[in-house]
């Protein structure tokens, strides 16, 4: 009778130690997505239907960002690092690295590597950098600022303008540097956004 009780026990206590455990277990969010890079030249979306060559972020010297137009250089090649883990799409969270010398086929110099980082005079690249949020507008990008501002046009003082007012961010396609096509697929264009305007593109900077 005794060792009736005492297995009747034991299997209690494992049934609810079971009991315990595997709810817990289904409460746990595992995120399995890996961050993805892919190599871009961010083109500037313009109004001007005259201008006859398409205008880039770009590299200039002591760790600045501007905007120039004509072809598609090392300078103007960036790795994109969507840490969501998807296709760019909105509300995505990334990097932006550049890598001198990166891109048509050439590995450049990763230890020289910097990253776009908003600063009290705007967006520069910097060892450290900033996680920016995707807003999409039409089959477009803005990039919002971990501040919550909006990356707009280059300024003399060789960085990207940041701005509260969206209708001054400057408008981007994400393209890849040899065919210049878009990387943004079809399936990931929304429906039509018409809160935002492209800011005009600067004069080419001196590179």
Request: proline content about 5%; glycine content about 8%; charged content about 20%.
């Amino acid at each position: 009778m005794k060792t009736f009780y005492g297995t009747a026990l034991i299997v209690a206590a494992l049934a609810g130690l079971l009991m315990a455990v595997v709810p817990a277990r289904a409460g746990v969010s595992v995120n399995t997505k890996q961050p993805v890079e892919k190599l871009a030249a961010l083109q500037v979306i313009s109004t001007n239907e005259t201008a006859s060559e398409a205008t880039y972020i770009c590299t200039a010297p002591n760790s600045s960002l501007a905007t120039s137009s004509g072809k598609i250089g090392s300078k103007q090649i960036f790795t994109v690092v969507d840490l969501s883990g998807n296709s760019l799409k909105d509300g995505d969270d990334v990097k932006i690295r550049y890598t001198p010398g990166m891109g048509k086929g050439k590995a450049g110099d990763p230890t020289k590597s910097s990253y776009w980082m908003e600063g009290s005079d705007g967006v520069k690249r910097s060892h450290d950098g900033d996680v920016f949020k995707l807003k999409q507008v039409d089959s477009k990008f803005v990039l919002v600022t971990p501040s919550g501002k909006f990356v707009g046009a280059a300024t003399s003082e060789g960085a990207l303008a940041v701005s509260t007012n969206q209708n001054s961010a400057l408008l981007l396609d994400f393209v890849d540097p040899k065919t210049k096509a878009s990387l943004v697929a079809p399936s990931d264009k929304p429906a039509s956004d018409k809160t935002a305007a492209p800011a005009a593109a600067t004069k080419p900077a001196a590179e």
